[in-house]
T-cell receptor, first 116, second 116 residues
Framework: AQKVTQAQTEISVVEKEDVTLDCVYETRDTTYYLFWYKQPPSGELVFLIRRNSFDEQNEISGRYSWNFQKSTSSFNFTITASQVVDSAVYFCALSENAGNNRKLIWGLGTSLAVNP | SAVISQKPSRDICQRGTSLTIQCQVDSQVTMMFWYRQQPGQSLTLIATANQGSEATYESGFVIDKFPISRPNLTFSTLTVSNMSPEDSSIYLC?????????????FGPGTRLTVL
């Protein structure tokens, strides 16, 4: 069965620290997609990244980077030099299949608090 | 990409009443999704709404409780019927659209519902 585990419920860091949010997934599909979304206190879900199962290259976007390891079924997210505006709940998600009817399987989220 | 708006943004309702939430997208999309996010929880898919066909409900959700309309490719409504305090949640509309050549899932700002 498909499943996404975000073991860290809450993380608190001081501004400028680096922080890594863990995501471990389970799937029987050979083709799948992984996502990260940010949900700030306003409640809106902001898309951060999408990665398909055939692309294991790590990705960097500004202060954000993602480490995809198929061998350990992990898709971890690192924020470098964190800022107060990074405070939000971060969700990792897995698509159930790659077709048009794919559903997103969501982790429970990690609440990140960046303190000044 | 897709820009999604929802009405109302929030509401406080009495037990036993019904509320209809509207979702408007700025482009034509085939698939629209309705999610529920209970306080402090992750997202749960309620149903998938395709234009011209009946909505497909996930396990635990039924049409009598959450009737959905999808009259065209840019609009959908979700009704929460005969509400109880357990229905207090954020309800999110989501669509799948193309962005940068990829098929992505976008979310509306959500409707915060409190049932007294």
């Amino acid at each position: 069965a498909q499943k996404v585990t975000q073991a860290q419920t809450e993380i608190s860091v001081v501004e400028k620290e680096d922080v890594t949010l863990d995501c471990v997934y389970e799937t029987r599909d050979t083709t799948y997609y992984l996502f990260w979304y940010k949900q700030p206190p306003s409640g809106e879900l902001v898309f951060l990244i999408r990665r398909n199962s055939f692309d294991e290259q790590n990705e960097i976007s500004g202060r954000y980077s993602w480490n995809f390891q198929k061998s350990t079924s992990s898709f971890n997210f690192t924020i470098t030099a964190s800022q107060v505006v990074d405070s939000a709940v971060y969700f990792c998600a897995l698509s159930e299949n790659a077709g048009n009817n794919r559903k997103l399987i969501w982790g429970l989220g990690t609440s990140l608090a960046v303190n000044p | 990409s897709a820009v999604i708006s929802q009405k109302p943004s929030r509401d406080i309702c009495q037990r036993g009443t019904s509320l209809t939430i509207q979702c408007q997208v700025d482009s034509q999309v085939t698939m629209m999704f309705w999610y529920r996010q209970q306080p402090g929880q992750s997202l749960t898919l309620i149903a998938t709404a395709n234009q011209g066909s009946e909505a497909t409900y996930e396990s635990g959700f039924v049409i009598d409780k959450f009737p959905i309309s999808r009259p065209n490719l840019t609009f959908s409504t979700l009704t929460v019927s005969n509400m109880s305090p357990e229905d207090s949640s954020i309800y999110l509309c989501s669509v799948r659209a193309t962005s940068g050549g990829h098929d992505e899932q976008f979310f509306g700002p959500g409707t915060r519902l409190t049932v007294l």
